[in-house]
């Protein structure tokens, strides 16, 4: 079977800082993968060169067996780390656009968790909090009928009452036998959901485990992630 997600000596540099070097790894469709990493670990280009964001990248990284491209991006809801709709917009606004954008955009569904997320429909996004914004563009990619669901850091800006809210939203909205690479700082609140575990740092994979094989003796992902990143343990 074809890895949903398969990368082949994958290189990155800023300039003379070398950010991605040479990695490889794979995974296969259905799981929700956590991707951990200290800051500057390269989460955030490993996964804009998935979506197709950055191209000047040396080796492979291939979704479903293909090169980033319009193919890809019918495959894939992203969610990135700062917040990109137009400040001018309303909830209502960003529901039409991403209907009229996405084929496979539930625009019912979209409408039943504004409620759920208690978002006014109609309040222009410039006067919303940070985690009334990325609530709705949570909302807004898990409405989304894809294979793939990648999500850089969506709990950054919400208050830890929501956490849990909104990773049970992630848990009940994504299709069965989908896919979910979630990057994150606060590993302990998310770790529940993870089947694997891919950690960066250096420029390389440190870690590609299943969260089962990771658990024996009692230990936690965070536990590993604390061992394997003792020279850049960070929490922002």
């Known amino acids: 079977m074809t890895p949903l997600i398969e990368v082949r000596n ?6 003379s800082h070398l950010v991605l070097d040479k990695i490889s790894f794979g995974f296969e469709e259905g799981q929700i993968i956590g991707l951990l990493g200290p800051n500057g670990s390269g989460k955030t280009s490993l996964i ?3 979506v197709g964001l950055i191209n000047d990248y040396s080796g492979d990284a291939l ?3 293909r090169r980033p491209g319009p193919y890809t991006k ?3 809801a992203y969610l ?7 400040e001018w917009m309303r909830p209502v606004d960003a529901i039409g656009f991403f209907a009229d954008f996405y084929a496979d955009f539930d625009k019912r569904k979209a409408y039943q968790m504004l409620n759920g997320f208690e978002l006014p429909q109609k309040q222009i996004i410039k006067s919303m909090s940070k985690g009334m914004q990325e609530k709705l563009q949570l909302l807004l990619v898990m409405c989304r009928n894809a294979r793939l669901y990648i999500l850089d850091e969506p709990l950054g800006g919400v208050d830890p009452a ?3 809210f909104i990773l049970d939203t992630i848990m009940k909205n994504h299709p069965t036998g989908s896919t979910v690479l979630l990057s994150t700082h606060l590993i302990n609140d998310v770790e529940r959901i993870f089947d694997s575990v891919l950690m960066i740092g250096r420029g ?6 299943a969260v089962t094989e990771l658990r024996h003796g009692g ?11 003792q020279y850049a343990w960070q929490v922002n």
Do not use: N
């Open 74 to 76: 019918s495959l894939v």
């Open 63 to 65: 979704i479903d067996g």
């Open 80 to 86: 990135p780390e700062r917040t990109y709709l137009p």
């Open 219 to 229: 230990r936690t992902v965070e536990d590993v992630f604390k061992e394997v990143f």
């Open 162 to 164: 929501a956490r849990a």
């Open 204 to 209: 390389q994979v440190l870690v590609k485990s």
């Open 10 to 15: 994958l290189s990155k540099s800023y300039g």
């Open 48 to 50: 804009k060169i998935l």
